[in-house]
């Protein structure tokens, strides 16, 4: 029974000025030196850790935080496309206010869920379904090594509620290099511990 370790990246440029991000991967998007500092606490909390490889979202913030993690490790970074971010379209780049406004939604509204699709962009189901059966491909293909997932915010929701067998409850984010802990038999998965981020604190 392999260790399925799982973080979100680290603090981008456009997380700074509150914008959606989703599938973008231009400069607005990489690293900002407090996102790499963020990685590196998380790769010192790791290095103790037996892993036998890392899979990172095809997205330069995700490959440079799995890149400051595996640091000297011998080991195989693959890049996987099923731990993309939710495409957002049109909505990429623009701030959450501005997107508020242009729907008329109160900021506590839409912290009760946006059904809204952008133009362009993954509706919720399509992110859904993406997200819960490519993890448990991953999950079935690497069932008897450690590995370490480097993947988005919006992603994780579904696929921690799928590992705990709970509805996908909106707008519950990971925080940025937080680390997650979850244990496979080939049937069920066990949560160890969910975005923890006592490495960065």
Not at 51 to 67: C, F, M, V, W, Y
Not at 93 to 106: A, I, K, N, Q
Not at 193 to 199: F, G, L, M, P, V
Request: one cysteine or more; a negative charge; proline letters at 4%.
């Amino acid at each position: 029974m392999g260790k399925i370790y799982i973080t979100r990246h680290g603090e981008t440029f456009l997380n700074t000025r509150d914008c959606f991000q989703g599938a973008a991967d231009d400069p607005s998007t990489y690293l900002t030196e407090r996102g790499k500092q963020q990685a590196g606490l998380l790769a010192k909390r790791m290095e103790d850790i037996p892993l036998d490889l890392i899979l990172s979202s095809p997205l330069k913030r995700a490959i440079d935080t799995a890149e400051i993690i595996r640091r000297e490790r011998d080991i195989p970074l693959l890049i996987e496309n099923g731990l993309l971010e939710r495409r957002l379209g049109v909505w990429e780049g623009r701030t959450h206010s501005s997107v508020r406004e242009e729907l008329g939604m109160s900021k506590e509204d839409w912290k009760k869920g946006v059904k809204t699709v952008p133009e362009g962009g993954e509706s919720e189901e399509e992110l859904l379904i993406r997200a819960q059966r490519d993890f448990q491909r991953i999950a079935d293909t690497y069932i008897d090594k450690d590995i370490l997932l480097v993947t988005h915010c919006v992603i994780l929701q579904p696929i921690f509620d799928y590992i705990k067998k709970e509805p996908v409850e909106p707008m519950v984010f990971a925080p940025q290099a937080s680390l997650s802990l979850c244990e496979y038999d080939g049937k069920d998965f066990t949560l160890l511990y969910e975005a923890d981020t006592s490495h960065i604190k």
